[in-house]
């Protein structure tokens, strides 16, 4: 039922930053998880950082000491801050919200917004 909402992509050169926010229609306090994830032109969707409703963070090797995932509870957003852009980081970034009930887990997952690093 969540409704997530990416924004903040954009075209940039390589080596340059960006950051990418995800908004939700509900208190992420009430989320398990969130998460971004990416995926390029004739790629599989690959895991990119999480966060925990806890605050713990995951990050997938490739975008350790670049990426940075936060967060705004009060806002009920988050963030994805990447520096030190490389032309394979390319793809459509996509919000995750993950929930852990009794008997079920359930994904949602936003509508993506597009980054473009150049040469």
């Known amino acids: 039922q969540v409704q997530l909402v990416e924004s903040g992509g954009g075209l940039v050169q390589a080596g340059g930053s960006l950051r990418v926010s995800c908004a939700a229609s509900?208190?992420?306090?009430?989320?398990?998880?969130m998460g971004w994830y990416r995926q390029a032109p004739g790629k599989q969707r690959e895991l990119v950082a999480i966060i925990s409703r806890g605050g713990n963070t995951y990050y997938s090797d490739f975008v350790k000491g670049r990426f940075t995932i936060s967060r705004d509870n009060p806002k009920n957003t988050v963030y994805l801050q990447m520096n030190s852009l490389k032309p394979e980081d390319t793809a459509v970034y996509y919000c995750?919200?993950?929930?852990?009930?009794?008997?079920?887990?359930?994904?949602?997952w936003g509508q993506g917004t597009q980054v473009t690093v150049s040469s």
């Open positions: 995750n919200a993950h929930y852990s009930g009794t008997g079920s887990s359930t994904d949602y």
């Open positions: 509900e208190s992420i306090f009430s989320i398990n998880a």
